[in-house]
């Protein structure tokens, strides 16, 4: 069994040598969102000249305590919405990784094939029954931004996602394909 285990490894980490080699992931642009704007926002959204699919990060400055998330999660649950995961696990509590850290905090990792239409879900403007953040319900008048980066094979997507949601922590959503 080790053997085995040991030609798997081996392999995998083949595999991964692979991808560095074949696949980019290239700076996109930067958006501002207040998450109270919601006229600005959708014009800012809309301003948006790609098409296809691209990772994002959602990062903020601004507080998020885990009982606010937590209310925030519950709310949009008792309204009906596709609420997020606020991510407290016991083992793997993003909140205290976070707490005691200066500037910018990761809030969201995804991708999407249609960065347009799951902003605005993100943001609140759309689709009240999708899985996503819904910022503009639960949490008012803060600053957010937005980074969107291209993957030039769309096929290891998922595992630069997984990556980047590992390294960088994120306080809400959910690890992993939906």
Request: hydrophobic content about 30%; glycine content about 6%; some cysteine.
């Amino acid at each position: 069994m080790k053997e085995l285990l040991e030609q798997l490894l081996d392999k995998h980490i083949e595999y991964l040598k692979g991808v560095r080699k074949r696949v980019q992931i290239t700076p996109f642009t930067v958006l501002e969102f207040n998450t109270s704007e919601i006229g600005i926002n959708k014009t800012i959204i809309e301003q948006i000249g790609r098409k296809g699919f691209l990772i994002y990060v959602i990062k903020t400055k601004e507080e998020l305590t885990q009982n606010k998330a937590e209310q925030g999660y519950n709310n949009l649950k008792n309204e009906g919405y596709g609420a997020f995961r606020v991510n407290n696990e016991k083992d793997d509590n993003h909140f205290e990784y976070w707490k005691n850290k200066s500037g910018e905090k990761c809030l969201y990792v995804g991708s999407s094939q249609d960065i347009k239409k799951r902003l605005k879900e993100h943001l609140g403007i759309q689709s009240k029954t999708t899985y996503a953040l819904h910022l503009s319900e639960w949490w008012e008048d803060k600053n957010i931004t937005v980074e969107l980066y291209e993957v030039s094979n769309v096929k290891e997507m998922q595992l630069y996602e997984d990556l980047l949601w590992d390294e960088l922590k994120p306080l809400l959503g959910k690890h992993g394909k939906r």
